[in-house]
């Protein structure tokens, strides 16, 4: 999960997007239009970075397709320490 944690977040053009989804959600879980809403994003845009998430174990959604609350997963959850590594690093 690391080495995804990784690529996903900092080895892709779209992983600045990515870490600040996944630090909105770790605050607290979202829908995809409030994350477009509160970080300031084309919706379709954060619909793409949370399908990256969700492909990658990073992320899931809980209910149905339009209305879906994202948050992390528990493998994200156990290696959260690497994700703080990865987002403090791109401060």
Do not use: C, F
């Amino acid at each position: 999960m690391e080495a995804v944690l990784w690529y996903v977040l900092t080895g892709t053009r779209g992983g600045a997007n990515r870490a600040r989804i996944l630090r909105a959600l770790d605050s607290r879980p979202r829908n995809a239009n409030q994350l477009a809403e509160d970080l300031d994003l084309d919706y379709k845009t954060v619909r793409h970075h949370l399908d990256v998430l969700m492909e990658n174990s990073v992320v899931q959604s809980s209910g149905d397709d339009y209305g879906a609350v994202y948050l992390p997963t528990d493998r994200a959850r156990a290696n959260w320490d690497t994700i703080e590594e990865i987002l403090d690093g791109m401060e």
